[in-house]
């Protein structure tokens, strides 16, 4: 079975999905490495809509969706610059 993934940039629409899918991500897959507290303060730092409008703006923000959901997200030049 295959599974389509679409690569797209992000757009100021998509901020809201965004949000969820951030402290989603943070509350349950860093469940069990962070206490609490700390993740309910990392997944807050995620719900504010200028700050994902500013990394829209002047990054370079790239989506991943399988049918019509948003799964990921990411800024490659980030990645980059942490690894090379």
Excluded: H
């Excluded at 309910?40 to 989506?63: F, H, S, T």
């Amino acid at each position: 079975m295959t599974i389509e993934t679409t690569l797209r940039a992000a757009t100021l629409d998509d901020i809201p999905d965004i949000i969820r899918l951030f402290a989603q991500t943070v509350l349950t897959v860093c469940q069990g490495e962070y206490d609490n507290r700390q993740l309910q303060v990392w997944a807050k730092r995620g719900r504010d809509p200028l700050m994902w409008e500013q990394r829209i703006k002047n990054q370079y923000l790239v989506l991943a969706e399988i049918g019509c959901g948003l799964v990921g997200f990411v800024d490659p030049l980030l990645l980059f610059r942490l690894f090379s």
